[in-house]
Structure formats: C-alpha cells, structure tokens
C-alpha cells in the first residue's frame, strides 16, 4: 500500500504551488520548487499533476540543460481582481522597513505607495498597524543617487541587454570602462551588489575571466544598456554559486578551521558559515568550525573580529596571513 501523505502539509503545498503558477508567468525549477515548499522533486511533480488532473491547468514542462522548469500556460481570459489580506499587508510593512536603507527615496515611495494603495481595498475594521517594525542601521550607503543605475539594470536584466559599464573599483586611482551581462541584482552586509558575466568588448578580442565580476552598485560611475542581447547562462544558479562556501568573492577555494571560545563559540554555533561545515565540541565549552570558503580576506576579517576568542587551525597560508596582519595592528600601538 502506497505511504498515506499528511492530507493538511500536502494541501498547504498544493495550493502554493497552484497559486505561485497562476499568478506569475516565470518558469520554476524543480530544485527552486523542492526548497521553497520543503519538499522533494518527486512530491513537486505529484503536486503538479494533482494540479492538471482536478484543476484542468495548462502546465507547462520542458528541460534546459540538467534542470526540469514548470510554468502554466496563461490563457486570453483577465484573472479576477485580488486584494491582498491584512496579514500580507503588514508583512510588505515589515519587508519595506527591514530593507528601504537598501533601495533609496524614490523606490522606497513607490512602495510605500502600493501598500497604501492595498490598505484602500481593506475594511474599515482591519487593523494595519504601522509601528510594528523599525531597522537599526549603520554604516550604510545612501542609494538615492543610484536609482537609474539600479532601474537600468534591472531593465536589462529583464530584456537580456548587454551594458556598457564604467565602474570604480575600491582600491584602483581610476574607473575602468567594459562590457557586461548582468545576471542578478542582490544585498550583502547592508550593500547592494550586481553579479554579472563579463562580455565582450566591441572590436577587441574576447578574454575570459578567472571569476565572473560581483560589483557594488554605489561604485558604478555610469551604466548604459545596449542593443546587444546575450542569452541567459541555462544552468546559472545564484544560490550554488554563492551560498555554499563562505566569502562573497569567488577567487578560490580553502578549508577553513577555526578554534573558537566564549562569546564567539556561542555566536558561531547560530550561523551557518557553508553547507558542508562541521562544528566540534572541545573542552571549556570551546569549538572547533572547520567550512569551506572562497576568500582568505573575508575569512581574516572574521578572524580578527573575534579577537582573541578566535584561533586559526588551518590553513597555513590563513595562519600566516593572520599573524602579519596582528603584528601590523600591534606596530600601529608601539610606544
């Protein structure tokens, strides 16, 4: 006898899934699928044909490289009006205040201006509260200025336009001008970045980079987009690429480990640094972290922001890079 699914988990899935189709016109992976409802690739394909059988949808299934996408086809006929509940309202209020300092005045007011259009559509006797959330914020960029730089390349990421880009790299005397195909806009650390595959520049020859360029949007000088279009990598996928080591940069690979106590064993146990760490529980209450990651350099500064909780096991070139930068910092304090 085939294994009894829970009738409340598997309904709760099945109306997300229909929901997210009908509403939206992207194709979804089943990897993107199995993460976003938890569960797996072949409860996605169930749900899917639950969905055909009882509902009669159109749905759409194909294969690009090694991944399978599922869409539903949209008919002529206009889908009903939907407002959306208190719940969702307030939700948009919480996700607006934990990330306007990301986004700058003007898409901040834009909004500002669909919830406010949603509350109309609400009854009088619904409560929106509007004081349930706020956002402690330091050392951030004011991305006001930025916001044709950001509106521009979202516009190419839709319509797949190459740009030409004039960008000032943090520790170069001038901005450097090339050729990119912008992949996908994202926030790290309170910054808002741009992964991008690097194209070719017009009557040179093309040079393929050791990494495709992560660039910070505030250091872009100018970015126009072209008429040339650039087909979209097929297996591209933002979360393998950057969640499964720890470092923002992608400049190589090391095994990580680090001997922690106090404050920052507790602190590090409440992370996830990489998807294949390990942590080790030592006398005292210490810890023993090793993970994967792709940049010594934002592995240093992890280090030396735990101070002398923090102990680098390995590997050499980390504990050497370590030691130099603490001899330094004490050069700094000599008497």
Not at 162 to 189: D, N, R
Not at 273 to 280: A, C, G, L, T
Request: hydrophobic share 35%; net charge positive; with cysteine.
């Amino acid at each position: 006898m085939p294994r009894k699914h829970d009738d409340k988990t598997y309904g709760e899935k099945l109306i997300r899934l229909f929901a997210r189709l009908l509403f939206t016109s992207d194709r979804y992976s089943l990897n993107q699928l199995s993460k976003e409802l938890n569960c797996s690739k072949p409860t996605i394909i169930r749900l899917v044909r639950d969905i055909q059988q009882v509902y009669g949808a159109q749905i759409e299934d194909d294969i690009s490289g090694r991944e399978r996408y599922i869409s539903m086809k949209k008919t002529s006929r206009p889908l009903p009006a939907q407002c959306l509940t208190a719940d969702e309202v307030n939700l948009l209020n919480m996700c607006k205040t934990f990330t306007e300092h990301l986004v700058g005045a003007d898409f901040r007011n834009m909004v500002q201006s669909g919830i406010l259009k949603s509350r109309q559509l609400l009854p009088d006797s619904v409560d929106i509260s509007t004081n349930l959330f706020s956002s402690f914020q330091h050392g951030t960029v004011d991305y006001t200025p930025h916001q044709q730089s950001i509106q521009t390349i979202l516009d190419a990421i839709k319509k797949l336009r190459v740009c030409e880009i004039t960008y000032q790299a943090l520790m170069e005397k001038a901005p450097k001008t090339y050729y990119i195909k912008p992949l996908k806009l994202f926030s790290h650390g309170n910054t808002l970045y741009l992964h991008a595959e690097k194209a070719k520049y017009p009557g040179k020859p093309y040079k393929a980079p050791k990494f495709n360029p992560v660039l910070a949007i505030h250091r872009i000088k100018s970015i126009v987009k072209t008429d040339v279009h650039f087909e979209f990598p097929k297996n591209y996928d933002f979360n393998k690429t950057f969640d499964k080591t720890f470092g923002m940069m992608k400049n190589g690979h090391l095994d990580v480990t680090l001997r922690l106590s106090g404050w920052a064993a507790q602190f590090a146990r409440e992370k996830t640094w990489s998807e294949d760490q390990k942590i080790v529980d030592k006398p005292g209450g210490d810890i023993e972290l090793t993970f994967s990651a792709s940049s010594k350099e934002e592995v240093l500064a992890l280090v030396l922001s735990y101070g002398e909780k923090a102990k680098v096991l390995g590997p050499a070139e980390l504990v050497k890079m370590v030691r130099q930068q603490a001899e330094k910092t004490l050069q700094l304090y000599a008497v």
